[in-house]
C-alpha cells in the first residue's frame, strides 16, 4: 500500500513512462523490452530519477537508449505533464538499472561453484 504523497506519484510516473515507452516509442534505437524498474521523487518534487533496464543489455545498447531518451526528453518530460496530474512536472533524470546484470553475474558464479562441487544444491537443515 502506498502512504505517502510521493509515493503516489513516483508510481503513476512510472505507470505513465512504462505506457510512453511500450505503446508510443517507436523510436529504432530503443530497444525491444525496456523496463522502468522505480522512480525516485525529490522531496520537493522537482527531481525525478528514473531507473529503467534493457534487454538486450550490453553497454552498447545502453548507451544507445540513453542517446535516445536524451533526443527525447522533452517529449517525455511533455507526456509526463499530460498524464499525471501534478502541480509542476519535475526534472526527468535517467539511470540504468544493472541490477539485472548483478544477478546474472551472481547465478552464474553459483553455478560454476556448483558444477565444481564446491557448493550443495541444499542449505544445511537447522
Not at 505517502?4 to 517507436?26: D, G, P, T, V, Y
Not at 518534487?45 to 538486450?56: C, G, K, M, V
Not at 501534478?86 to 556448483?114: C, M
Request: charged content about 35%.
Amino acid at each position: 500500500m502506498l502512504h505517502s504523497r510521493n509515493e503516489r506519484i513516483e508510481e503513476a510516473i512510472k505507470e505513465s513512462l512504462s505506457s510512453l515507452f511500450l505503446m508510443e516509442m517507436k523510436d529504432p534505437g530503443l530497444p525491444s523490452l525496456l523496463t522502468i524498474t522505480r522512480v525516485e521523487l525529490s522531496k520537493d518534487s522537482r527531481n525525478a530519477t528514473i531507473y529503467f533496464s534493457q534487454l538486450p543489455d550490453d553497454d552498447d545498447a545502453v548507451e544507445k537508449t540513453f542517446e535516445v531518451i536524451d533526443r527525447s526528453k522533452g517529449f517525455i518530460r511533455h507526456h509526463l505533464a499530460m498524464d499525471v496530474n501534478l502541480r509542476h512536472t519535475p526534472e526527468i533524470h535517467f539511470r540504468y538499472d544493472a541490477s539485472a546484470r548483478h544477478y546474472q553475474k551472481i547465478d552464474s558464479v553459483l553455478r560454476e561453484l556448483k558444477a565444481k562441487g564446491e557448493l550443495k544444491d541444499d542449505p544445511p537443515a537447522e
